[in-house]
């Protein structure tokens, strides 16, 4: 539900779904995907991309050869032969590939993604978009003109709570909305991730490749982050990611873009800091952000050092009108009526169809590789919330409240504009 006019500008609006440059699948073709970057995300959507009988995988590809054996191995176990690859560029130029699924670290999804696009393929990448504005920006422009289906993994929008959220919102069930809250709490160790000193790089990696479009610097374990925790602590440094705003927060604000048909925030607002965790680490561990929508105020809260949770649940989206409060989860989505209120309270919970969310979402992206429709977390939809949580890393870190101009794509303050562009090192240009 996206008709935005001039939402990012060089668009080629004058392309059409009509129109496909790719090979035609007929209705019993499987589509050859090939994964780039196969870690702890990586190998989580190679597991349900095998679920599917429309994919056949066909590559792997990672700069970690254990990682890269393991997925080899993986594939083996689910019925799969596929060709192990270090360089995604080679995966780029098959053309026998139809699309790829990027799950590498942040700051190398708008390169692949738009290079992946100019190549002919369909694209499935992570979440979030892009470490930068630009970036973002730049990725619905090759979207549209190498006319690629594009779905962000985003894959709440494909889950059956987040589907009845948007349901009943959109019905005016809970009355008039100025209000919204989201947040996520939790415990971690005061010593964090601790501070390893820069070393050699591991055998089977090839840092400068990981590094990629972001600054040379040593090898870091922490900064690479395989094995330090379940999901790797690269998110926790500006180079690559955007802590846990844009980890975290991308997936509690997309659900309220998903129920409000894809706004923007006028305004945002926020402070957060390093106040309690002592590591190397680099992003917040406390932190307040306020947007002002057109027609409510939304706030994020990201706490770590207090697992304390709010409506029972320790990460949620609560949306509060004036006739109740829906809240949203990946375990459920609830309505609660104020007082005196003519609603009836509604439970939905503990419904497996409904809870289902990865598969119904890569199912959705085949579907559409097929049929040449905008997936459910169309590229521009993802950009629009990571953009969000983007300003409000921009904001904090510049101690200033930003003005978004939706038109132009870009803030009214001039001192930020230079840091919505992607500063990427030699070779490596963001060129669509």
Same mark, same amino acid.
């Given at each position: 539900?996206?008709?935005?006019?001039?939402?990012?500008?060089?668009?080629?609006?004058?392309? #059409?779904?009509?129109?496909?440059?790719?090979?035609?699948?007929?209705?019993?073709?499987?589509?050859?995907?090939?994964?780039?970057?196969?870690?702890?995300? %990586?190998?989580?959507?190679?597991?349900?991309?095998?679920?599917?009988?429309?994919?056949?995988?066909?590559?792997?590809?990672?700069?970690?050869?254990?990682?890269?054996?393991?997925?080899?191995?993986?594939?083996?176990?689910?019925?799969? $032969?596929?060709?192990? @690859?270090?360089?995604?560029?080679?995966?780029?130029?098959?053309?026998?590939?139809?699309?790829?699924?990027?799950?590498?670290?942040?700051?190398?999804?708008?390169?692949?993604?738009?290079?992946?696009?100019?190549?002919?393929?369909?694209?499935?990448?992570?979440?979030?978009?892009?470490?930068?504005?630009?970036?973002?920006?730049?990725?619905?422009?090759?979207?549209?003109?190498?006319?690629?289906?594009?779905?962000?993994?985003?894959?709440?929008?494909?889950?059956?709570?987040?589907?009845?959220?948007? *349901?009943?919102?959109?019905?005016? +069930?809970?009355?008039?909305?100025?209000? @919204?809250?989201?947040?996520?709490? %939790?415990?971690?160790?005061?010593?964090?991730?601790?501070?390893?000193?820069?070393?050699?790089?591991?055998?089977?990696?090839?840092?400068?490749?990981?590094?990629?479009?972001?600054?040379?610097? !040593?090898?870091?374990?922490?900064?690479?982050? @395989?094995?330090?925790? #379940?999901?790797?602590?690269?998110?926790?440094?500006?180079?690559? &990611?955007?802590? &846990?705003?844009?980890?975290?927060?991308?997936?509690?604000?997309?659900?309220?873009?998903?129920?409000?048909?894809? !706004?923007?925030?006028?305004?945002?607002?926020?402070?957060?800091?390093?106040?309690?965790?002592?590591?190397?680490?680099?992003?917040?561990? #406390?932190?307040? &952000?306020?947007?002002?929508?057109?027609?409510? +105020?939304?706030?994020?809260?990201?706490?770590?050092?207090?697992?304390?949770?709010?409506?029972?649940?320790?990460?949620?989206?609560?949306?509060?009108?004036?006739?109740?409060?829906?809240?949203?989860?990946?375990?459920?989505?609830?309505?609660? !009526?104020?007082?005196?209120?003519?609603?009836?309270?509604?439970?939905? *919970?503990?419904?497996?169809?409904?809870?289902?969310?990865?598969?119904?979402?890569?199912?959705?992206?085949?579907?559409?590789?097929?049929?040449?429709?905008?997936? @459910?977390?169309?590229?521009? $939809?993802?950009?629009?919330?990571?953009?969000?949580?983007?300003? &409000?890393?921009?904001?904090?870190?510049?101690?200033?409240? +930003?003005?978004?101009?939706?038109?132009?794509?870009?803030?009214?303050?001039?001192?930020?504009?230079?840091?919505?562009?992607?500063?990427?090192?030699?070779?490596?240009?963001?060129?669509?």
């Amino acid at each position: 539900m996206i008709d935005r006019r001039d939402i990012l500008k060089g668009a080629g609006a004058a392309l #059409t779904t009509s129109i496909f440059t790719g090979r035609v699948k007929g209705a019993n073709d499987r589509i050859a995907v090939a994964h780039i970057g196969i870690g702890a995300m %990586g190998s989580s959507n190679l597991g349900h991309a095998m679920k599917i009988p429309e994919v056949e995988p066909v590559a792997v590809c990672d700069v970690y050869q254990p990682t890269l054996d393991k997925a080899v191995a993986s594939a083996a176990k689910g019925g799969f $032969t596929v060709k192990a @690859v270090k360089d995604f560029r080679e995966i780029l130029a098959d053309k026998s590939i139809d699309a790829v699924c990027i799950s590498t670290p942040d700051h190398w999804h708008a390169y692949m993604t738009i290079e992946a696009c100019k190549a002919g393929k369909d694209v499935f990448v992570e979440k979030p978009a892009s470490v930068y504005v630009e970036e973002g920006q730049l990725m619905v422009q090759a979207a549209r003109k190498y006319n690629r289906v594009v779905q962000a993994g985003t894959m709440q929008r494909s889950g059956g709570y987040f589907k009845k959220a948007a *349901e009943i919102i959109q019905s005016g +069930l809970i009355g008039e909305v100025t209000f @919204v809250h989201t947040w996520q709490s %939790g415990a971690v160790r005061k010593q964090g991730w601790g501070r390893p000193a820069d070393g050699p790089v591991p055998p089977g990696l090839d840092w400068d490749m990981w590094l990629g479009p972001a600054p040379r610097v !040593p090898f870091n374990l922490n900064r690479w982050g @395989v094995g330090v925790t #379940t999901f790797p602590t690269f998110r926790y440094f500006w180079d690559y &990611a955007g802590g &846990a705003m844009t980890d975290w927060g991308v997936h509690l604000i997309d659900p309220v873009h998903q129920c409000f048909g894809e !706004p923007m925030p006028a305004a945002i607002s926020a402070m957060g800091g390093k106040l309690y965790v002592d590591d190397n680490s680099e992003t917040p561990d #406390t932190m307040m &952000a306020t947007f002002h929508y057109p027609k409510f +105020l939304l706030t994020y809260e990201s706490r770590t050092a207090n697992p304390m949770p709010m409506f029972g649940h320790g990460a949620a989206t609560s949306i509060h009108g004036s006739e109740g409060t829906l809240i949203v989860r990946r375990g459920g989505c609830y309505v609660i !009526p104020n007082e005196k209120s003519t609603i009836t309270a509604l439970t939905f *919970e503990r419904d497996r169809a409904m809870n289902d969310m990865n598969e119904p979402h890569w199912k959705n992206f085949i579907e559409c590789i097929k049929t040449r429709a905008r997936p @459910v977390s169309d590229i521009e $939809t993802c950009v629009r919330s990571s953009t969000t949580c983007i300003l &409000a890393n921009l904001s904090m870190r510049h101690k200033t409240w +930003l003005d978004w101009d939706e038109t132009n794509w870009t803030v009214k303050q001039d001192q930020i504009k230079p840091f919505l562009k992607a500063k990427y090192r030699a070779p490596w240009k963001l060129e669509v």
